[in-house]
């Protein structure tokens, strides 16, 4: 057998990210209860976060050809990688969606297959390394609001200052043809904290890139406050790669289509995590942050070991 017809192929491994792993994902998307929780809303939507991270698989030559590893000038890494991205209510941490690829496949090309769980009445955050017009233009198309920061080094030039000091940029297409200018609204601000000693201390510049132009309805501090919730979504990373993982970095399956098959099984039982606390909310009346994460796994996972097969 030829080593390319070994491999898991791409339209295959993109099925995967919307078969019965899938489903039960959506199946229990949302928080039950948590709509009054802190971080749910903001100016009247409901936040989201999109984010990614790689899992190490076992370095069979199959996983090593298909997924790829890191590697730099002076070596390959020790173990191939899978890529992928969810996105997560905030507030509660429930999965909206989640999509796993190639290690060679990037957080925005991966973020495309995210699109089907995004809709009007949504915020969603992301960090700097989403920012693009394609990926934007992209999300804004599914009826969702965006709020991305900006790197440094991302060109954001000042069309028209507004009343709140914040000011309107344009995010352009790579090609004119490729579709329109974006019209953006950036909110620049810094963080100051004081120290022990007295002393204040400011944090770097942070570029907020958001669709939501109006001042009033949509003040610039609300957003600014509301950005830093976008760690919700590396939460559920921490949960995914430790809780879950029992701090094992390396998952089992030295075959591609496994390795996919285990991503969404780890993902479908994330969220059941998440109906669980969702339950739990809702009964007691708490909000979500105050239920443990890592205490529901173990009593779900002390019920599945009292019942054996």
Not at 258 to 270: D, K, N, P, R
């Amino acid at each position: 057998m030829e080593a390319a017809e070994r491999l898991l192929p791409v339209a295959r491994a993109r099925q995967a990210r919307c078969g019965p792993g899938a489903d039960a994902v959506r199946a229990g998307r949302g928080g039950d209860g948590a709509d009054g929780a802190p971080g749910v809303f903001c100016c009247g939507l409901r936040v989201a976060s999109v984010d990614g991270s790689t899992t190490d698989v076992p370095d069979s030559e199959r996983n090593a050809a298909y997924f790829g590893r890191p590697s730099n000038q002076s070596r390959d890494g020790a173990f191939p990688q899978v890529r992928w991205v969810t996105a997560a209510e905030s507030g509660t941490g429930s999965l909206l969606g989640a999509a796993a690829g190639r290690y060679t496949e990037g957080e925005k090309s991966l973020a495309l297959d995210l699109l089907g769980c995004l809709g009007p009445g949504m915020l969603v955050l992301a960090d700097r390394n989403f920012l693009s017009w394609s990926l934007a233009r992209a999300v804004l198309g599914t009826g969702a609001h965006i709020l991305w920061r900006a790197s440094a080094s991302f060109t954001l030039k000042p069309v028209r200052a507004l009343a709140d000091g914040t000011y309107l940029a344009e995010l352009k297409p790579p090609r004119k043809s490729d579709g329109p200018v974006l019209t953006v609204r950036v909110i620049e601000y810094t963080v100051h904290t004081a120290a022990e000693n007295g002393t204040e201390e400011s944090s770097e510049v942070f570029a907020l890139v958001t669709d939501l132009i109006d001042t009033e309805d949509y003040p610039a501090l609300d957003l600014a406050c509301c950005y830093p919730d976008r760690w919700g979504c590396e939460t559920v990373i921490g949960r995914h790669k430790t809780d879950m993982g029992e701090g094992q970095p390396v998952l089992r399956s030295g075959d591609p289509e496994g390795v996919i098959q285990e991503m969404w099984a780890l993902f479908a039982v994330y969220q059941a995590i998440c109906k669980l606390i969702g339950i739990g909310v809702s009964a007691m009346g708490i909000p979500p942050a105050r239920i443990s994460f890592p205490h529901a796994l173990a009593a779900a996972t002390d019920t599945v070991e009292a019942f054996p097969p």
